[in-house]
C-alpha cells in the first residue's frame, strides 16, 4: 500500500464544490470514480481544501492509497486521459504513507479577480466578478492592510461554520489593478468557512466608497460577521496553491 498525492486543478462553474455531498455532483466524487475505475479499487481521496460551489482551483490537494505498482509520479497521466476536461492534474506523486493534506503545516493563496467596468465581459462571467462601481484601489490596499497577521477573523466567518478558533494568521494580501481588472491574492496559514470571499466583498465596499479604509480595523475588532460586508460570489474565486512546510 502507498500514499499518493495529487494536485489538482479545476473549473468549478458544473460542480457543487469539492467534496462529496448529495446534492449534485462535485470534483472529489469525479475524482474518487475515475480513480476506483482506474485502479479497480474502492478509492476515497482525502482533501485539502473543500472548495464550494463555483469556486476554481490551480492547485488543490488531494491524497489516496493504493496497491496498485504504477510510480506515483506516472497517475497524473493515466488519470488525465480519463478525467472530464475541466478538471485535470498537475502533478502526482508518492508521499509518506501518514502525510495527511489537512493536517501538515502549510499556507494557502487564493485570489479573488473583479472585473472593474462599465459593463460585464461574457467570456470572464465564470471566472471574475463584475461591479461597475469604481473601485479605488489604493482605499482597498490601506483597509487590507490591518489584516495582516494573527486576528480572530469572526467577522470574516460564514454562517454555521463549526470551527474551534476564529483565530487566523494572514501572511500577505497584495491588490493588483491591470487595465478593468483587480485582483485580491491572499496567503495564509488557514481560512475560515467564506473568509476570503467576506474579506473580498468588505474590501469592495471600502473601494466604492461605502466606509474609509479605517473601517476595517473596527470590522476586525467587532469580531461580529452582521458588521462585515458581503460574502463575493464564489465564480471569483481560485485557489491557486497550497505549500507544505
Known amino acids: 500500500m502507498k500514499r499518493v498525492k ?15 455531498q448529495p446534492n449534485g455532483i462535485t470534483v472529489q466524487e469525479v475524482l474518487n470514480q475515475c480513480l476506483s475505475e482506474f485502479t479497480g479499487e474502492n478509492i476515497e481521496t482525502i482533501g485539502a481544501s473543500r472548495t464550494d ?13 493504493t496497491e496498485m505498482r504504477m510510480p506515483g509520479d506516472k ?5 488525465n486521459q480519463r478525467l472530464p476536461e475541466d478538471i485535470r492534474i498537475q502533478k502526482s506523486e508518492e508521499v509518506d504513507a501518514d502525510f495527511h493534506p489537512r ?17 460585464p465581459i461574457p467570456t470572464e462571467r465564470f471566472y471574475s466578478h463584475f461591479t461597475y462601481i ?10 487590507a492592510s490591518y489584516l495582516i497577521g494573527e486576528h480572530d477573523f469572526k467577522s470574516f466567518c460564514g454562517t454555521g461554520a463549526q470551527v474551534k478558533t476564529t ?4 501572511k500577505e494580501i497584495q491588490i493588483e489593478k491591470s ?9 495564509g496559514e488557514g481560512f475560515l468557512y467564506n473568509m476570503v470571499r467576506i474579506i473580498a466583498g468588505t474590501l469592495m465596499d471600502i473601494g466604492g466608497g461605502l466606509y474609509p479604509p479605517e473601517k476595517m480595523k473596527e470590522i476586525l475588532e467587532a469580531k ?10 464564489a465564480r471569483g474565486l481560485t485557489l491557486m496553491k497550497i505549500q507544505y512546510f
Not at 460551489?53 to 492509497?65: K, S
Not at 501538515?104 to 459593463?119: A, D, G, H, M, P
Not at 487595465?179 to 496567503?187: E, F, N, S
Open 6 to 20: 495529487l494536485t489538482v486543478a479545476y473549473d468549478g462553474t458544473n460542480y457543487c464544490g469539492w467534496q462529496v
Open 53 to 65: 460551489a463555483g469556486v476554481h482551483a490551480l492547485g488543490n490537494v488531494a491524497v489516496f492509497d
Open 75 to 79: 497517475f497524473s497521466f493515466a488519470l
Open 103 to 119: 493536517y501538515v503545516k502549510s499556507q494557502k493563496t487564493y485570489e479573488y479577480r473583479i472585473l472593474n467596468c462599465r459593463f
Open 134 to 143: 469604481p473601485l479605488d484601489v489604493d482605499k482597498m490596499k490601506e483597509a
Open 167 to 170: 483565530v487566523r494568521t494572514v
Open 179 to 187: 487595465g478593468d481588472r483587480i485582483t485580491i491574492r491572499i496567503t
Open 224 to 233: 461580529d460577521r452582521k458588521k462585515a460586508g458581503p460574502t463575493a460570489p
